[in-house]
């Protein structure tokens, strides 16, 4: 027997419409790429992007087709969001960090026909523009007065964003999509490859919006004011441009201005309480403070992902900005939030060093997230804090299969993260290391992002990582590359005699490189696999 229930789609566009109605006034200000600050209301988002749906159309634009962006956390890429999936169209948001050679690659393997680009990426279209297989047409998120020619020779010429906005009628009928198709499209990094395309259901976009606001993750309601620094061409800004317009919170988008001097100023003029970003990015937000002498006041809680936070960042923001640092984890095929440390009544309760050191950990399932580990045989390994096993996990908005692949990538039903954790009694999961990272020494492992947080506590170091390299003995030992601050010296022996009592005797590395940078992935993650290629012989 059946419950007696209206069954009404979960769509993309029905967020708009109900911010459009309820949240009519609420406020989306955005950094411009051409300069200056862009301010309006969720009613005036939901007007232009009708008219943007219009014109989607009048460009040949249909249900299924996908629409490609090369663009900043702006106000227009934030139109597109709801204008391609609100039409039925898949909306294929792409990383310009990528090389060039991987931006061909998924341009073509999308087979996107449109991309609107904003006037920074030109140069880089330049590039892959001749090896495009695809594309018809070319819209740039700008005005008339910032209009560029087209450098593309026997190109496509360069359409006006603006100019087709203000063309149309912002009469449009937001079609009733069935919620199971396809909405988005977005591709992971591609460190082991060619990228791989994870296909977003609008269903699975809603349950993961009506998941991340709730209190137990992200705590996103209508008073906060947001500023996502995670790019809306990654991961669809962690789907923070539907949550926050489902409660209709403040939404602050940055633009390109990801710089310390540009984000306190952003935060400091729009009294912004919540961020939400990757590692790298506070460093230099804290460094920036740090140099000034500002502290983030109006800011209460910082959402940290992309890589593990440091315990020396998660003191910085509670003891210097009074901030709350909740640390979350996920991946693209996981759209991509899958754990959330947020603060509950068993974290108020405990010692401060002791929540800080809980606080590391990348905390518990939000509901609809299920978790296990398990170990080579793939059997469930206990949830005591301290076994070892590869993550996996499942739930309705977790990817069963990549865009044009058949091979299935599930165990048994279950998603194989590549992620070696910890689940421990309470439920917090801790990421050990990547399956590819773990160094196994003399037939134990040792966490190289454990050995690492512990690394650059010292407050000499900037920045550093650690590889397992091949030795004659004991199979793979660690090697620690750091990066010193600007005007700061330090031996190799008084980093390990620091390190001495923070880790166990035989985690300790076996050699200290100096370097003056290391090489990150186009999401900002330490790029490891190019560092075993280079240091491989070091220790042998």
Not at 72 to 91: C, D, K, M, P, Q
Not at 323 to 343: D, Q
Not at 439 to 454: P, Q, T
Request: glycine letters at 8%; hydrophobic letters at 40%; a negative charge.
């Amino acid at each position: 027997m059946k419950g007696l229930m209206m069954d009404s789609h979960l769509t993309v566009s029905s967020i708009l419409q109900y911010a459009e109605k309820y949240h009519k006034d609420g406020e989306i200000v955005s950094r411009n790429v051409e300069g200056g600050i862009h301010r309006y209301s969720y009613q005036d988002a939901a007007i232009r992007s009708r008219c943007l749906a219009n014109a989607l159309k009048r460009l040949g634009v249909t249900q299924q087709d996908r629409v490609a962006t090369l663009a900043w956390n702006t106000h227009r890429h934030y139109e597109l969001y709801y204008a391609v999936s609100g039409s039925g169209a898949i909306l294929h948001t792409i990383n310009p960090r990528l090389f060039p050679d991987q931006l061909a690659y998924i341009l073509n393997h999308a087979e996107d026909e449109v991309l609107f680009l904003d006037l920074t990426f030109i140069p880089l279209l330049e590039q892959v523009a001749p090896q495009l297989k695809s594309l018809k047409k070319i819209v740039v998120l700008t005005d008339r007065e910032h209009m560029p020619k087209s450098p593309l020779p026997d190109a496509i010429p360069f359409l006006c964003y603006e100019a087709l906005i203000e063309a149309e009628s912002d009469a449009y009928e937001w079609p009733d999509i069935d919620e199971t198709s396809a909405a988005s499209l977005c591709y992971t990094s591609g460190t082991t490859g060619n990228p791989k395309g994870v296909l977003y259901s609008h269903r699975s976009t809603i349950l993961h919006a009506w998941a991340s606001i709730s209190r137990e993750a992200l705590d996103i309601g209508n008073n906060n004011t947001l500023l996502p620094v995670v790019p809306m061409f990654h991961v669809n800004a962690w789907g923070i441009p539907y949550s926050a317009t489902m409660v209709g919170a403040k939404l602050i988008l940055p633009g390109a201005g990801m710089d310390g001097a540009s984000l306190c100023e952003l935060i400091a003029a729009e009294q912004v309480d919540l961020l939400l970003g990757v590692p790298t990015i506070w460093l230099g937000l804290l460094q920036y403070c740090e140099q000034q002498g500002i502290t983030l006041d109006p800011v209460k809680n910082v959402v940290i992902g992309g890589a593990a936070a440091p315990i020396t960042m998660i003191r910085d923001f509670q003891e210097k900005h009074n901030a709350f640092v909740m640390h979350a984890w996920g991946m693209t095929e996981l759209s991509p939030i899958g754990t959330v440390n947020s603060l509950n009544r068993y974290m108020s309760n405990l010692p401060l060093e002791a929540r800080y050191t809980l606080q590391t950990k990348q905390g518990r399932p939000v509901y609809g997230i299920e978790m296990k580990i398990a170990g080579q045989d793939n059997q469930a390994l206990p949830h005591d804090g301290e076994s070892f096993g590869h993550l996996l996990v499942k739930g309705p908005w977790v990817a069963t299969s990549y865009y044009k692949e058949d091979k299935s990538p599930l165990i048994d039903g279950w998603f194989d993260t590549g992620d070696v954790a910890t689940i421990d009694p309470q439920g917090y999961m801790n990421i050990v290391d990547r399956s590819k990272d773990v160094i196994k020494s003399g037939g134990e492992w040792i966490s190289s992002i454990d050995l690492e947080n512990a690394a650059i506590g010292h407050p000499a170091l900037a920045e550093c990582a650690v590889i397992g390299v091949p030795h004659p003995k004991w199979d793979e030992r660690p090697l620690l590359l750091a990066v010193l601050k600007e005007d700061m010296e330090i031996s190799k022996e008084e980093i390990i005699f620091y390190l001495s009592d923070k880790v166990a005797k035989w985690w300790l590395p076996d050699d200290i490189i100096f370097v003056d940078e290391l090489p990150h992935t186009a999401t900002g993650k330490i790029l490891k696999m190019k560092l075993r290629e280079s240091y491989q012989g070091t220790l042998s």
